[in-house]
């Protein structure tokens, strides 16, 4: 991340996104597969860690990632052609738009960092209670003896799929294929990200 001073004066903290240049590798239609979509393929790999059959759908290009876009209205977007090279000159400066990634793992937790429980009381009599969950309510409530569904407890924390909506571009840097975007975004540096208009 990085700080992004605008010319009328204001500092944003901005994340720099180095936005390869991606290929069209399919596109799905009604007619054939159901529904309309546009598949795009990134990331130029070495040929020994990509099988045979992403680099035969690929037209012999070895890509190692694929992403599909669905359309909201079910119209597939005019001047899309198969092949065809999407970089980042189709954002602009100022537009909007929603960054999508995984988001980092943070390993089992309890149920304070998980969940933002409070915790027992720090009283006299309380040995090893600060930071446990409580009572579960499982005995003789309306669960009927069971532990009830959702039940907020210690588990694995992080590792999804977050989406964060209303980011800002504040510039295009088509030398360097670089995004800088307002705020931050969830994952870690080397994470894929989707940047969606």
Do not use: C, W
Request: glycine share 16%.
């Amino acid at each position: 991340m990085v700080t992004v001073f605008t010319e009328d004066g204001l500092a944003y903290a901005a994340t720099v996104v180095a936005a390869a240049p991606s290929t069209v590798t399919q596109i799905k239609t009604t007619e054939k597969e159901g529904y309309n979509a546009v598949q795009i393929g990134a990331f130029e790999g070495k040929e020994k860690h990509v099988n045979k059959a992403q680099i035969g759908h690929a037209k012999g290009k070895i890509l190692k990632h694929f992403v599909e876009h669905r359309q909201r209205d079910g119209k597939l977007p005019e001047g899309v052609e198969l092949g065809a090279t999407i970089d980042v000159s189709v954002f602009t400066a100022g537009e909007k738009v929603q960054v999508s990634a995984i988001s980092k793992g943070r390993g089992f937790q309890g149920v304070v960092k998980r969940h933002g429980f409070h915790g027992g009381p720090r009283s006299h009599g309380q040995k090893h209670s600060e930071r446990s969950p409580g009572s579960i309510g499982g005995s003789g409530g309306r669960a009927g003896g069971r532990v009830a569904k959702g039940m907020k407890m210690a588990g694995r924390m992080g590792q999804d799929r977050v989406t964060v909506r209303n980011l800002k571009v504040l510039q295009v840097i088509p030398e360097t294929n670089e995004l800088v975007i307002a705020g931050a975004i969830p994952g870690r540096r080397g994470t894929v990200v989707e940047v969606r208009g």
